[in-house]
């Protein structure tokens, strides 16, 4: 949650979350299907909008996130929003070392998806973020969400 601790709180604003499948998951099969059984607020029935996403992708969200600070937060400036945006995606892809280039090599392992739900708020809608990680032992999807209501 790194790239977005500025943003408002509450519990109906912000999740995070990992999910241990019963058995490996190839990654063409990681898609909406599977979202929608994984017991997340944010992904659900309703799930909709299920993209492929790069480590690139991933990135640039989690910096603009953190950059932005949502609606009414407060934004972090340059170096503390480029941290903040490695942290989340080191996280998200299970990868233990600071460094940017292992990070960047293990998120590169892992299949993204960018997803939207009745979840997010809808209120301004690029503040609307679901990104979902196959991470690369196949077993493991990390969620994160965020939406702001104002």
């Known amino acids: 949650m790194s790239a977005y601790r500025n943003w408002p709180s509450g519990a109906d604003a912000l999740e995070a979350g990992l999910f241990r499948l019963d ?5 063409a099969d990681f898609g909406a299907s599977l979202l929608r059984l994984l017991p997340a607020a944010s992904t659900g029935a309703t799930t909709a909008g299920v993209r492929r996403a790069t480590t690139v992708d991933v990135l640039r969200t ?5 950059a ?3 609606a009414y937060g407060p934004r972090m400036h340059g ?4 941290k903040a945006s490695w942290e989340s ?5 299970d990868v ?3 460094d940017p280039a292992a990070v960047e090599r293990g998120a590169d392992r892992c299949t993204w998806l960018f997803y939207g739900s009745d979840w997010h708020l809808r209120v301004v809608p690029p503040l609307d973020v679901g990104i979902a990680a196959l991470r690369p032992e196949r077993r493991t999807v990390a969620v994160l969400a965020v939406t702001d209501s104002d």
């Open 23 to 27: 058995r490996p998951l190839a990654p």
């Open 62 to 66: 989690l910096f603009g996130g953190a």
């Open 68 to 70: 932005s600070g949502g």
């Open 79 to 82: 170096a503390y929003a480029r």
């Open 89 to 93: 995606l080191a996280a998200l892809a």
């Open 96 to 98: 233990q070392e600071a």
